[in-house]
């Protein structure tokens, strides 16, 4: 039965979800307003009133290029976004249609590696890079976060294939596809939904992940993360340029996000309601 | 050609045994129902047949075919789901005609024969819609489609019907039957429900944990229950059934009485008791008899029977009715 809500009720919660809203989103909201204040002002202390200046976008593409970080993060993040559905649809695929007794665990086991702090294999994984001449190179970061995102584009998509109907794929069997025919005509069109998802969700977090992008790169392979970070040492902190810099960093996510964010709510909360 | 044979056909799932050890023979043009509770094995019985499942022993041959070993797809079956299991993503049309584009038919073939196969399940204005458009009833019908434009030498049926609600459910039965009366395709059909069992099937195998405990015609298994299982599983309402000293009278452990071989009297009979419920259906009348030491009793009479709890009446058997059973089930 549905449950009767009065007009006030609703309009409580929707200035809390406003609040909410603004609460997550003001960090990056302050950062765009002092990327247009001087930096004096920005200096200064708090203050939502920019002077409107556009001189530190200037001087940082002066100082940097902006453009070729920028193709590294699409490369590194499309990248190992294409090489990561490589490896995890079938893997969810066989894991979704022909488990066995063991799935949940290596399931499990995947997740779990997740839970290790990125610190811990700093050491081990660097030597290896520096060993096998992959250091500040895009092939050896594409590969690093694939190998990172890897668990949580399994489990997305385990899910995801998880909903499709076994019946279907079973009709399909019966009247008369082979295994090629099932997965082109039947399997993919009805998991279309959910790759693209998992794809979009796991080309945001590639494009933010800045631990392993900063460490394993210097200049040729280093994306918008690495970027940024460079504002923050050589001549000490110029809060302006460096806000200048992130909102030039974050903006292409942020519209490409902002352009998906349907596709990625279902992504995110597919399976949770019948 | 749609004669099927089972020749010792067995299912296990690692030590779980699931059909011990099945014989049946199914002839060509044959309405087969499978019969019996949930987890008696019927439906997976019936994967065996269409390949869905492996056995773990046994031989399945399709017109002296030996298919054991092979793919669904070779085996010339066609299966309607219990869920539909339509294509979400595909039109009627494009539903319909899969079958045909796996076999690689021609493109106005496939055209011809979904247009035909549409006009015969009255889907022709919905051929452009997907499934999700459709009723549950439509989609049944969609998934009947599917299955006969690949004009198998086979049907099977896993519970086509159970997710209709009752009045469709009737209707859907009827133009089953009716197709298999136009088509003379060897039907198997797989239900829970009796009544379904009993107005569609040529040929009823009821089953039990696995094992076929009777293969006959519908009125043979209601006439004559080869033990107690099926006596009591075949006929709605249940067959009565009684123990004691009115079965030791005559000859047996238990005795079985259909609700409609009990005559009801309010004056006299064989046994007294008090009306519990008294369910007038206006065609029949259902009454729920509390006896002393038969417990409760069925009876089915004619709708005019004035009846209401608290009412004494006084319960007859037909003694040709009478069904003896003994101390292990079988019947005497």
Same mark, same amino acid.
């Given at each position: 039965?549905?449950?009767?809500?009065?007009?006030?009720?609703?309009?409580?919660?929707?200035?809390?979800?406003?609040?909410?809203?603004?609460?997550?989103?003001?960090?990056?909201?302050?950062?765009?307003?002092?990327?247009?204040?001087?930096?004096?002002?920005?200096?200064?202390?708090?203050?939502?009133?920019?002077?409107?200046?556009?001189?530190?976008?200037?001087?940082?593409?002066?100082?940097?290029?902006?453009?070729?970080?920028?193709?590294?993060?699409?490369?590194?993040?499309?990248?190992?976004?294409?090489?990561?559905?490589?490896?995890?649809?079938?893997?969810?695929?066989?894991?979704?249609?022909?488990?066995?007794?063991?799935?949940?665990?290596?399931?499990?086991?995947?997740?779990?590696?997740?839970?290790?702090?990125?610190?811990?294999?700093?050491?081990?994984?660097?030597?290896?890079?520096?060993?096998?001449?992959?250091?500040?190179?895009?092939?050896?970061?594409?590969?690093?976060?694939?190998?990172?995102?890897?668990?949580?584009?399994?489990?997305?998509?385990?899910?995801?294939?998880?909903?499709?109907?076994?019946?279907?794929?079973?009709?399909?069997?019966?009247?008369?596809?082979?295994?090629?025919?099932?997965?082109?005509?039947?399997?993919?069109?009805?998991?279309?939904?959910?790759?693209?998802?998992?794809?979009?969700?796991?080309?945001?977090?590639?494009?933010?992940?800045?631990?392993?992008?900063?460490?394993?790169?210097?200049?040729?392979?280093?994306?918008?993360?690495?970027?940024?970070?460079?504002?923050?040492?050589?001549?000490?902190?110029?809060?302006?340029?460096?806000?200048?810099?992130?909102?030039?960093?974050?903006?292409?996510?942020?519209?490409?996000?902002?352009?998906?964010?349907?596709?990625?709510?279902?992504?995110?909360?597919?399976?949770?309601?019948? | 050609?749609?004669?099927?044979?089972?020749?010792?056909?067995?299912?296990?799932?690692?030590?779980?045994?699931?059909?011990?050890?099945?014989?049946?023979?199914?002839?060509?043009?044959?309405?087969?129902?499978?019969?019996?509770?949930?987890?008696?094995?019927?439906?997976?019985?019936?994967?065996? *047949? $269409?390949?869905?499942?492996?056995?773990? &022993?046994?031989?399945?041959?399709?017109?002296? +075919?030996? @298919? %054991?070993?092979? #793919?669904?797809?070779?085996?010339?079956?066609?299966?309607?789901?219990?869920?539909?299991?339509?294509?979400?993503?595909?039109?009627?049309?494009?539903? *319909? $005609?899969?079958?045909?584009?796996?076999? &690689?038919?021609?493109?106005?073939?496939?055209? +011809?024969? @979904? %247009?035909?196969? #549409?006009?015969?399940?009255?889907?022709?204005?919905?051929?452009?819609?997907?499934?999700?458009?459709?009723?549950?009833?439509?989609?049944?019908?969609?998934?009947?489609?599917?299955?006969?434009?690949?004009?198998?030498?086979?049907?099977?049926?896993?519970?086509?019907?159970?997710?209709?609600?009752?009045?469709?459910?009737?209707?859907?039965?009827?133009?089953?039957?009716?197709?298999?009366?136009?088509?003379?395709?060897?039907?198997?059909?797989?239900?829970?429900?009796?009544?379904?069992?009993?107005?569609?099937?040529?040929?009823?195998?009821?089953?039990?944990?696995?094992?076929?405990?009777?293969?006959?015609?519908?009125?043979?298994?209601?006439?004559?229950?080869?033990?107690?299982?099926?006596?009591?599983?075949?006929?709605?309402?249940?067959?009565?059934?009684?123990?004691?000293?009115?079965?030791?009278?005559?000859?047996?452990?238990?005795?079985?009485?259909?609700?409609?071989?009990?005559?009801?009297?309010?004056?006299?009979?064989?046994?007294?008791?008090?009306?519990?419920?008294?369910?007038?259906?206006?065609?029949?009348?259902?009454?729920?008899?509390?006896?002393?030491?038969?417990?409760?009793?069925?009876?089915?009479?004619?709708?005019?029977?004035?009846?209401?709890?608290?009412?004494?009446?006084?319960?007859?058997?037909?003694?040709?009715?009478?069904?003896?059973?003994?101390?292990?089930?079988?019947?005497?």
């Amino acid at each position: 039965m549905a449950r009767a809500v009065s007009t006030r009720t609703k309009i409580g919660f929707s200035i809390a979800a406003w609040l909410i809203a603004l609460l997550i989103f003001f960090p990056i909201l302050y950062t765009i307003i002092t990327s247009i204040k001087t930096e004096a002002e920005a200096i200064a202390g708090f203050d939502l009133i920019p002077s409107v200046t556009f001189e530190n976008y200037v001087e940082v593409q002066t100082q940097r290029d902006y453009f070729k970080p920028f193709m590294n993060s699409v490369i590194v993040s499309v990248g190992s976004t294409l090489l990561g559905c490589l490896v995890a649809i079938p893997a969810a695929w066989s894991m979704a249609f022909a488990p066995t007794k063991r799935t949940k665990d290596i399931l499990m086991w995947m997740l779990s590696t997740k839970m290790m702090p990125a610190a811990a294999v700093l050491v081990p994984i660097y030597l290896l890079f520096r060993d096998s001449g992959l250091l500040d190179s895009r092939i050896g970061l594409t590969v690093m976060l694939m190998l990172i995102n890897l668990p949580i584009m399994v489990w997305m998509l385990y899910t995801y294939f998880r909903e499709i109907p076994v019946e279907i794929l079973e009709a399909a069997r019966m009247d008369g596809a082979s295994l090629w025919n099932e997965i082109v005509y039947v399997l993919t069109p009805m998991a279309v939904p959910g790759i693209a998802s998992t794809a979009l969700l796991n080309i945001i977090l590639a494009w933010n992940e800045a631990f392993w992008t900063i460490r394993l790169t210097t200049t040729d392979a280093a994306p918008l993360t690495a970027f940024i970070a460079s504002f923050s040492s050589p001549q000490g902190l110029f809060w302006a340029k460096l806000s200048a810099a992130s909102t030039l960093a974050i903006a292409p996510i942020l519209i490409m996000g902002w352009f998906s964010q349907r596709q990625l709510v279902r992504g995110l909360t597919f399976g949770a309601v019948k | 050609m749609g004669t099927i044979t089972l020749g010792k056909v067995s299912k296990s799932f690692g030590a779980t045994v699931i059909i011990p050890e099945i014989d049946l023979k199914i002839e060509d043009g044959e309405f087969v129902v499978f019969v019996g509770p949930s987890g008696c094995g019927k439906s997976t019985l019936l994967r065996l *047949i $269409a390949g869905l499942e492996d056995t773990s &022993g046994g031989t399945i041959t399709i017109d002296g +075919r030996d @298919v %054991t070993g092979e #793919a669904p797809a070779r085996r010339k079956l066609a299966m309607v789901f219990q869920s539909y299991a339509l294509y979400p993503h595909m039109t009627v049309r494009n539903n *319909i $005609a899969f079958p045909l584009k796996m076999a &690689g038919e021609e493109k106005p073939v496939i055209e +011809r024969k @979904v %247009t035909e196969a #549409a006009r015969v399940l009255n889907l022709t204005d919905y051929l452009d819609r997907r499934p999700g458009q459709l009723s549950g009833g439509q989609r049944q019908r969609v998934a009947i489609g599917r299955a006969i434009v690949r004009q198998p030498s086979a049907f099977l049926f896993d519970e086509p019907l159970s997710n209709l609600d009752a009045a469709l459910r009737g209707t859907m039965r009827l133009e089953i039957s009716e197709l298999h009366q136009q088509l003379g395709t060897t039907m198997i059909y797989v239900t829970h429900d009796q009544v379904e069992a009993m107005t569609m099937a040529d040929k009823i195998v009821v089953l039990n944990a696995g094992r076929i405990e009777q293969v006959g015609s519908p009125m043979d298994l209601y006439r004559k229950p080869r033990n107690l299982f099926v006596a009591g599983f075949i006929g709605s309402p249940k067959m009565n059934l009684i123990m004691g000293p009115e079965a030791a009278k005559r000859g047996a452990d238990t005795i079985g009485i259909r609700p409609e071989h009990l005559g009801i009297s309010t004056s006299a009979g064989d046994w007294q008791g008090k009306v519990g419920v008294a369910e007038h259906l206006g065609s029949d009348t259902f009454v729920h008899v509390h006896t002393e030491g038969l417990g409760t009793l069925n009876v089915r009479t004619d709708g005019e029977m004035a009846v209401k709890h608290g009412d004494t009446v006084f319960l007859t058997p037909d003694p040709s009715k009478v069904h003896r059973f003994a101390a292990d089930g079988r019947a005497l």
